[in-house]
């Protein structure tokens, strides 16, 4: 029973995949392509090195350490490399020793797996590399016999490594433009969020609440998308002598990251508050909806001026005009008040995303006017 149960679980998460259009699969095919070139690249270049320049027949572990380091997230990419190295060392150390003193079989096979990844646990490599160390202590202990081929099958894994380091020092330009671009998606989202939660308001349209509501749930895997692509640009210009010189703008951005965080959240909130207030019939007042949509039309500015790398001028003004307003929208309802508060928070937020810092940002936002009967 657990099983027919599961099953179906697993469809329902599946369906939203499988319903993807021709055109949203090309546009994630271009969206990876630049890390699938550079695999591809890395791969053919590490099995060149080692099969000409170290003389080994079949460098098997050359590409595969080159792809498995340049395959991951590339905030990753420079620490993974490393525990590669290891993981792959301690599998092939390990199942050399045992196929040299004990041959391959049944046992020596769960014998080698469960060393292989204890000493990779004792190292701290990582989980998934620690299930590196097993998949290559199988690989040579099943497929490739051979003892003396140990150290070369290392020094491959060393190769690969070393390639995809170089690959990634010397290529990394989309990680830099990343950040920023899922920075103004963000922004665009922010601001569409509250402009079509308004808008249901004014409708009372309650499916259109819902599905808003919906929407700002998901605005978490965009949120984390961005922290790895934030910590993937500052791996580059920390490692990489090509693009050292972007470092400030990249630690302003991830410094960035934080007030966006905190400005997606309270959306969330403002939200789901607006949602409940259309369920339930409550009404707003329509200076509220204005601010809401002001914010709105600030968070686009913002988005702009962030993608395209200007100044953050008249964002600032916009959201300075929104803060300025929240004093004198009059206080009324729980869900008014509510809606009100993340407004003000909001815009306390996306200030220091436009270089206010936290006390300038809250010195700009007034009292809120006192309770209407």
Not at 320 to 348: F, W
Request: glycine content about 8%; proline content about 5%.
């Amino acid at each position: 029973m657990r099983f027919s149960g599961a099953a179906p679980a697993v469809g329902r998460r599946l369906a939203p995949s499988l319903r993807v259009g021709p055109r949203a699969r090309v546009h994630r095919l271009q969206r990876a392509g630049w890390q699938i070139a550079q695999c591809a690249v890395g791969a053919g270049l590490a099995w060149v090195l080692a099969r000409y320049l170290l003389g080994h027949p079949e460098p098997f572990f050359a590409p595969v350490s080159a792809v498995i380091a340049l395959g991951v997230a590339y905030g990753a990419r420079f620490r993974r490399t490393l525990e590669i190295v290891i993981g792959v060392a301690v599998g092939v150390g390990v199942a050399d020793v045992f196929v040299h003193f004990a041959g391959t079989g049944t046992w020596q096979v769960v014998l080698v797996v469960a060393t292989a990844m204890s000493i990779a646990v004792l190292l701290d490599v990582g989980n998934v590399l620690v299930t590196q160390a097993g998949v290559q202590a199988v690989i040579v202990t099943t497929l490739l016999p051979v003892p003396e081929a140990g150290l070369g099958r290392w020094l491959d894994a060393v190769l690969g490594g070393a390639v995809a380091l170089a690959v990634a020092a010397v290529a990394p330009g989309s990680p830099l433009r990343r950040p920023r671009e899922l920075a103004a998606a963000t922004l665009v989202e922010v601001g569409d969020l509250l402009q079509s939660a308004a808008a249901s308001v004014r409708a009372q349209d309650r499916d259109a609440a819902t599905r808003t509501l919906e929407r700002a749930r998901e605005t978490e895997a965009g949120l984390s998308a961005l922290r790895e692509a934030s910590a993937a640009g500052m791996d580059v210009v920390r490692v990489s002598p090509f693009r050292r010189r972007h470092r400030p703008r990249q630690r302003e951005l991830a410094r960035r990251l934080v007030p966006l965080d905190r400005a997606v959240r309270n959306v969330r909130v403002l939200v789901r508050r607006i949602s409940a207030a259309v369920r339930m019939d409550d009404p707003l007042p329509a200076e509220l909806l204005e601010l809401v949509d002001a914010l709105a039309d600030a968070a686009g500015t913002l988005a702009e001026q962030i993608a395209a790398e200007g100044d953050l001028d008249l964002a600032r003004d916009r959201l300075l005009g929104v803060a300025a307003a929240s004093g004198e929208v009059p206080r009324s309802t729980l869900s008014g008040d509510v809606v009100l508060g993340q407004v003000r928070s909001t815009v306390i937020d996306l200030l220091q995303v436009a270089g206010l810092s936290a006390s300038e940002a809250e010195q700009q936002v007034p009292q809120a006017r006192p309770h209407t009967p």
